[in-house]
């Protein structure tokens, strides 16, 4: 926070947050309320974000970041998100803790699965080409926008949904 401040958030394209240690957590309540978090079109942080949210990071193209915990309800926001307002995506996202599977599964259905990984495709709005790729694997989240060409043999893509 003392050198966050001075960067101007009109040219600022990347936040990139760093630490000694990378097990460590920190308070993000400062952080996310300067202009500087808001107006970032990648974040990438190595240190766990204690108190952030996804209504804190859904406004970036890239993020790759750590969070305590999330829950199926918050990733059903990022998945509403992305698939509403199309824009390069690519989103890594580390949880020390997810034990939702069962609540993910009665709001996306059945995963495809490959080797150790789930994987959900979703439909985007206002697009015939490209669709959102869920995958859940380890604790780990990704979300990437892939062509739907590229959707397995097997593998459901689910309909747009404004709901």
């Not at 308070?27 to 974040?43: N, P, R």
């Not at 959900?120 to 990704?142: A, H, Q, V």
């Amino acid at each position: 926070m003392s050198i966050l401040p001075f960067a101007d958030p009109e040219t600022l394209k990347s936040l990139n947050l760093f630490s000694l240690n990378e097990n460590m957590g920190i308070e993000m309540d400062e952080i996310v309320k300067t202009e500087q978090w808001k107006e970032a079109k990648s974040i990438r942080s190595k240190f766990c974000g204690l108190n952030m949210t996804v209504e804190d990071i859904c406004h970036v193209s890239a993020f790759d970041g750590k969070m305590l915990q999330i829950f199926a309800r918050d990733l059903e926001f990022l998945k509403k998100t992305f698939t509403t307002s199309f824009k390069s995506v690519w989103w890594e996202l580390r949880i020390n803790d997810f034990n939702e599977n069962e609540e993910i599964s009665n709001l996306w259905g059945p995963a495809f699965i490959k080797e150790s990984s789930s994987y959900w495709y979703f439909r985007i709005k206002d697009s015939n080409e490209k669709c959102l790729k869920l995958e859940l694997r380890d604790n780990i989240f990704n979300f990437i926008f892939i062509k739907l060409n590229d959707v397995p043999h097997g593998a459901v893509v689910h309909d747009y949904n404004e709901n």
